[in-house]
Nanobody, 116 residues
Framework: QVQFVESGGGLVQPGGSLRLSCLVSGSIFSSDAMGWYRQAPEKQRELVATITYYGRIEYADSVKGRFTISADNAKNTVYLEMNSLKSEDTAVYYC??????????WGSGTQVTVSS
């Protein structure tokens, strides 16, 4: 069974940085692209970045140029480096398969709060 454990969130001032990690247990990343998602209060969950096993990457327009997704296949871990954070980046961040058809059960996520 695939499980996701997200970590690295916290409280940061506008303009600050955070690095999120997603430890993936079970076999998923070798066959499916992975994604980082976020969900702000009273908003739908949105996909912010995806990465395939072979390193093909895509970003949502809202984070392009500020966020960087990467992966360590040997460690079954996907990362999200977030720079120049804005208040609108405040959300709970999750990882899962990039394609909805391949979603597994969601993890608990990690809270990111951008506030002065």
């Amino acid at each position: 069974q695939v499980q996701f454990v997200e970590s690295g969130g916290g409280l940061v001032q506008p303009g600050g940085s955070l690095r999120l990690s997603c430890l993936v247990s079970g076999s998923i990343f070798s066959s499916d692209a992975m994604g980082w998602y976020r969900q702000a209060p009273e908003k739908q969950r949105e996909l912010v970045a995806t990465i395939t096993y072979y390193g093909r990457i895509e970003y949502a327009d809202s984070v392009k140029g500020r966020f960087t997704i990467s992966a360590d296949n040997a460690k079954n871990t996907v990362y999200l480096e977030m720079n120049s954070l804005k208040s609108e980046d405040t959300a709970v961040y999750y990882c899962n398969a990039a394609a909805r058809a391949y979603w597994r059960d969601w993890g608990s996520g990690t809270q990111v709060t951008v506030s002065s």
